[in-house]
């Protein structure tokens, strides 16, 4: 199989009137996820689960194994042995790296060195360590079951000679004024899968820019869009529409898809983000008549970004002091908010909480 010779960007070709109702509803449901997180104080303290979910769900459609609870129960006891570790450490450098986006976004915008310095981020210290982290290919990856050869590829993406001319045309689209931003951001991930220009990591980073793409625009105001659960739910479709534009230029019905993708899961973010926001109301005012405590706001907080936590690290973010957080973490435990997941042993052995009701929203 030859390597693909990607169209250039913008595309002329696109069917706009075939999909103009769908862009109508897609910006719609955005718009009502994006008021619901201007609502928020906070919107990275109470949506924090759920963007470890995200990077858990876009892993898995790479072939990770690991679950939320897996990454979650690491993160609060990170002695524990586990035969998953590897994939667990690619979906926390996964959320680091789109900490690091936002962190970027304050002040740039999304560039090629932007992409080269996350995509350093996602592989660092992982099975993708040797796969050239932070650098655009020098050589010809393809894309099929394991074992496979060229020729027996599924797909094959551009040659090296001319990546550099993909990547700069696909730099120049990303400040391009399309018709819409939405119908922009599906060209502009299905481009980037179509260039793949690193040799691991592409479909993560792909997946990445869709809400740090959409920040830029001004069309959510935090860059906390999650949409990897639609795309792994439809994995096969996913890639088959992607695999359509190379073989059959299919542009339409890859839009149709994406937008698609954005009304349905832009609907469960909401959905989500509203449970999430009304149980924070909730529980602090629980909190408050269990514990009749100085500390609401720093319990609150802290159960909202570590449903499952030991109690060292409830004492250390929380900032509150030893003996009293101890006090606190079993009337939660009495009153029903938090389930021991296991119990500690001694100093070195602390125990495990869960944080039910928050589980049960994110899972």
């Not at 949506?47 to 898995?60: G, I, Q, R």
């Not at 989500?272 to 005012?285: P, T």
């Not at 900032?319 to 009153?335: D, Q, T, Y």
Request: aromatic letters at 10%; a neutral charge; charged letters at 25%.
């Amino acid at each position: 199989m030859k390597p693909c010779i990607p169209e250039q960007l913008p595309i002329e070709s696109l069917s706009w009137g075939k999909y103009v109702k769908l862009v109508g509803q897609a910006n719609a449901e955005l718009a009502r996820f994006d008021g619901l997180l201007q609502t928020m104080v906070n919107p990275a303290t109470l949506l924090s689960p759920l963007s470890t979910n995200e990077a858990v769900l876009s892993s898995k459609i790479e072939g990770t194994q690991a679950t939320l609870q897996d990454v979650l129960t690491f993160e609060a006891k990170p002695d524990l042995k586990s035969n998953k570790y590897a994939d667990i450490q690619e979906i926390i450098n996964y959320r680091e790296a789109m900490s690091f986006g936002f962190d970027w976004l304050k002040e740039r915008t999304i560039n090629l060195s932007f992409l080269r310095q996350v995509h350093g981020i996602l592989l660092r210290g992982t099975r993708g360590k040797d796969k050239t982290p932070g650098d655009f290919r020098r050589t010809q990856n393809w894309i099929g079951s394991q074992g496979t050869n060229i020729e027996g590829a599924r797909f094959v993406p551009p040659s090296p000679f001319i990546l550099q001319d993909c990547l700069e045309n696909f730099e120049t689209y990303l400040s391009f004024e399309e018709e819409d931003p939405l119908v922009q951001m599906a060209l502009v991930h299905a481009q980037f899968e179509i260039i793949h220009p690193f040799n691991d990591g592409n479909g993560r980073v792909g997946r990445m820019l869709i809400p740090l793409f959409l920040f830029q625009k001004g069309l959510i105001s935090s860059p906390m869009f999650y949409i990897s659960e639609y795309l792994e739910e439809n994995r096969t479709r996913y890639i088959d529409e992607l695999k359509n534009i190379t073989d059959s230029k299919k542009w339409d019905s890859w839009v149709i898809f994406f937008l698609d993708a954005i009304v349905n899961q832009s609907k469960r973010n909401t959905q989500k983000a509203k449970a999430i926001f009304d149980l924070y109301a909730e529980i602090k005012k629980e909190i408050q008549e269990i514990t009749r405590s100085q500390f609401i706001m720093d319990i609150t907080d802290t159960l909202f970004k570590m449903p499952i936590f030991n109690t060292t690290a409830f004492i250390s973010r929380s900032g509150i002091p030893k003996a009293s957080a101890i006090r606190f973490l079993g009337l939660l435990v009495n009153a029903g908010i938090l389930r021991v997941l296991d119990q500690g042993k001694g100093r070195n052995n602390p125990s495990v909480y869960v944080f039910v009701n928050l589980y049960k929203i994110i899972k």
